[in-house]
């Protein structure tokens, strides 16, 4: 067997090995890349920051996914969370999935740990899992009342009780839906929250799923995308710099600031997609890098074959 | 009888929703907050109790049957009965059985089957995406492309790759899959209207 058939026929478990390498080594030691923001992410942080201090706006993050994708959407859902707590951004959390529920109750623990004076029914409100049979009566009837819609929060107060409800009736102030899914976008949100309501609808999404969510950014029926662990560091990086400094957005500080994650200075949990996105890029390089031998090799022995042919 | 009342139900209510949908009309909207809203939630118990039935019936033939992968079979039903139990019996809260299950068994497990799907694409990349042909060459350098724009290293080697990465999503992707949602679409619309119009019936079961 020549060099090139070798080549070809590698064994996959050494592909394991390099996979398994280039993505653990990343993990244990972190250095630092520059993570730069895309126009779908800065969208979506502008209009939450938007809401900042407004007693008469909140924003509804629907979080519809299993702990599976739960690494790619998880540290988006905690900066967007953290922004909003930082900012003082009314937040409302609610899922149609069972297996969601606990992933809600631990974003919310995970950034709450680092505000003192957050409080739940005054600064953010858990709706909590409601069956996927009211989806359609929960969605729609949130354009009249939300209150009346969602009746209870996952503690069982009835929502009308509750402070963080003042000056918060339907989409006309709760208005922005960010649903997190490993297999939608806010398709369910579009269709009847924001083309019968007028809601603004975001979407934080895994990447293999971002590609099918360009037309409808492009149309405006999504505001925004967070596309996977780039655009959960984009988001983070966001966070750390205008939110915790109460600063307003500013493209240009953005292209040349660029906080550092191989320091204690910002918490881990505040930095994961970032540290992640560290494993991303060598696995990147290393799958073009398969691609790129395997092609050598497949063309290398093609002409071999060939030159074989002419010869015989 | 058996057919008919089925299709009946599902003609008027149809019709009942397109009414709602496009006529914003107090008696249409009535008909939606008054009427259709308090129906769904006494309902869709009764559609849960008949999917864990139809689960439970499938699960328990196949293990009487002793068909293939039966074993399985015994899983599921076990991972019914505990779930539940443990469910019903301490509630969701945290540190109650079913919260232990969902963190130290359904955690992992998630985790796991979707971990491998990194060794798979790499395995896959290696092995099977080659230059074939124009068409393969296009989608090979088009990934390259969007898989470098997509990290840090992309735009420290130059600007142009996530230019080229964004120009790739937001024009050919965008077209691509907006020709292909407009597809979707017509054909759900059509597909709808047949049901609505009773000229699809498979939904009724025996194929017709």
Redesign the interface.
Known sequence: MSWFEKLQNLDRRYIYIVVALCIIIPFTFTFHTNTYTTEPVENIYQLIDSYAGREDRAILLSIEHDPSTSPELQPMEIAIVRHCFERGVKVFFLTFRITASPIIDYVINTTKEEFADIQSGVDYVNFGYKPAALYLPIILGMGDDIAEAVETDSEGRKLNNLEIMKGIKNYNEMNLVVEFSGSSYGFGWITYARSRFGANVAAGITAVMAADTYPYIQSGQLVGVLGGLKGAAEYEKLVDLFAVNQLEFSKEQEKQTFPRINNDDILYKFKTARIGMNAQNVAHVMIIVFILIGNIGYFLERRRKNKQGEGS | MKRQIPLLIVITLGLLFMAHAFIPHKISQDF??QW??EW??A??PF??LLGIYSLINVHVRKIKRKAHNWQYSIATLLGIIVTAVAGFGWG?E?GSPS?WI??NI??PL??T??ALL??Y???A???A????SIEATVL?AA??IV??G????G??ITHWI?DAT?WI??VP??AA??GI?LGVGLGMTATSLKIILGIERTYLGGGD
Request: charge should be positive.
């Open positions: 939606y907050n259709y809203r769904v939630k309902v869709s559609a849960a969701s945290s919260s969902y963190e359904m955690m998630c985790a089957i979707f990194a060794f694409i790499a395995s990349a290696y092995k995406f080659r230059a074939r090979l990934a390259i898989m470098l997509r990290v840090a290293l735009a420290a996530p964004k999503l937001t992707n965008l899959k907006r949602a």
